[in-house]
């Protein structure tokens, strides 16, 4: 859904004006522009709304502009999950980081799970052993957060549709919004071994499909690994070899040449809509 005149009429709609803004939590640090908010969520009558969704633009060459907005989602409109696998580096496939993509009837949603990092900070997997970092879940607009990592970043994405149930998808939906909120209340330290991008998405599907991954896996201080642990237990498409799966869902250059326009999402994914 494109929120400004013109765009595309969806569902999920973009509440104007009642952004609830930054949380005590969120004024206590100079946090980084794209950490400054934290999500929060109401849930009424099948609808979910979220303040503090990440809406940024990232143009070739400038600094990134981000804003925020609050938007409304119908939990009976989620069609699919997505996965996504950001390598840092093509050499070091495994080193890389991973989130997750909702499909409404007329929308998308991604959510990244972060350390939250202040303005005098960077990313260390060191530093996140020892407490340095906040925990945030981030939800924000594909655009925000596809091509912050595709143009400013200059990351390959592989996004992959996952086999999972509708019924699923808005269970797995929930609890990352159950989740968003508690962080709100009561921040939560990230741990690059034991609360990171990945294990934390395992335990949100465990949540949702009892037993569908042990306690630890590989893919936790591997995050490349996880397209390889869900193609093995079925929750991405075996029909093709992994590799060709990886080759084929790969998006960097598409969504690059498609830019940040109303119908981005719908264009990233035109090669698999008769799948």
């Not at 390598?87 to 909702?102: D, E, K, N, Q, Y």
């Not at 924000?140 to 912050?148: P, S």
């Not at 936790?220 to 498409?237: C, E, F, N, Q």
């Amino acid at each position: 859904m494109d929120p400004r005149p013109g765009g595309r009429r969806a569902r999920a709609v973009d509440v104007r004006g009642v952004s609830g803004g930054a949380t005590g939590d969120d004024r206590r640090a100079p946090w980084k522009p794209e950490h400054a908010r934290r999500a929060r969520a109401e849930i009424a009558d099948g609808k979910v709304t979220i303040e503090n969704v990440r809406d940024g633009r990232h143009p070739p060459g400038g600094p990134p502009e981000i804003r925020w907005t609050t938007r409304r989602y119908e939990l009976d409109r989620i069609r699919r999950l997505w996965f996504v696998v950001e390598p840092f580096v093509p050499s070091l496939p495994f080193v890389a980081h991973t989130f997750v993509a909702f499909e409404f009837e007329d929308d998308f949603l991604a959510l990244s799970i972060e350390a939250r990092q202040r303005t005098d900070q960077r990313y260390s997997i060191v530093a996140g052993l020892f407490g340095a970092y906040e925990l945030i879940y981030v939800f924000g607009d594909e655009r925000d957060l596809f091509l912050g990592r595709t143009v400013h970043r200059e990351h390959e994405l592989h996004l992959y549709p996952l086999v999972t149930p509708m019924i699923e998808a808005q269970a797995f939906f929930l609890t990352t919004v159950a989740t968003a909120n508690a962080l709100a209340e009561r921040p939560r330290r990230y741990d690059s071994l034991r609360a990171n991008c990945t294990n934390l998405l395992r335990r949100h599907a465990n949540q949702v499909r009892p037993g569908s991954f042990p306690p630890f896996t590989l893919a936790d201080v591997m995050p490349g690994r996880s397209s390889t642990l869900l193609y093995r237990k079925g929750w991405i498409d075996t029909n093709a070899s992994e590799r060709e799966l990886r080759d084929a869902h790969a998006i960097r250059a598409r969504a690059n040449a498609i830019g940040p326009v109303a119908e981005f999402s719908e264009r990233v994914r035109a090669p698999w809509r008769n799948d």
